[in-house]
């Protein structure tokens, strides 16, 4: 996926461990696993099913790892309801990589 491709260019020569998930049963795989410091979503179809990828990703009493989605324009309400279910940071493409990596640095290093 392009998209993904984009992500994975802006954290590159970062000391950072990327994974990626093509789709919901993948990400289920890698929530099963590992524990995210920090997880960036590329498309809304997945935060838009529902409560249970925000507790795959924050299940309780762990950490809480910062969410970030990058994705076309969406609706205000859409956005807005996303940032009320849990979404830290909201992005769209075309992606500013410079905005995305500092982002990125800064979380990591508050986590």
């Known amino acids: 996926m392009v998209e993904t491709a984009v992500v994975e260019t802006a954290l590159a020569g970062l000391d950072v461990e990327v994974r990626v998930a093509v789709d919901a049963p993948a990400f289920r795989r890698l929530t099963e696993r590992l524990i995210f410091d920090l997880v960036i979503v590329v498309g809304v179809g997945y935060l838009l099913s529902g409560d249970a990828f925000f507790r795959r990703v924050r299940p309780r009493p762990m950490r809480r790892p910062e969410i970030y989605l990058i994705t076309h324009q969406q ?3 859409t956005v807005m309801g996303l940032l009320e279910c849990g979404v830290d940071q909201y992005m769209t ?4 990589l410079a905005r ?6 800064g979380a990591l290093e508050r986590a």
């Not at 493409?93 to 500013?96: E, K, R, T, V």
């Not at 995305?100 to 640095?105: C, E, Q, S």
């Open 100 to 105: 995305l990596r500092a982002k990125v640095i």
């Open 75 to 77: 609706s205000e309400q």
């Open 93 to 96: 493409f075309p992606l500013n």
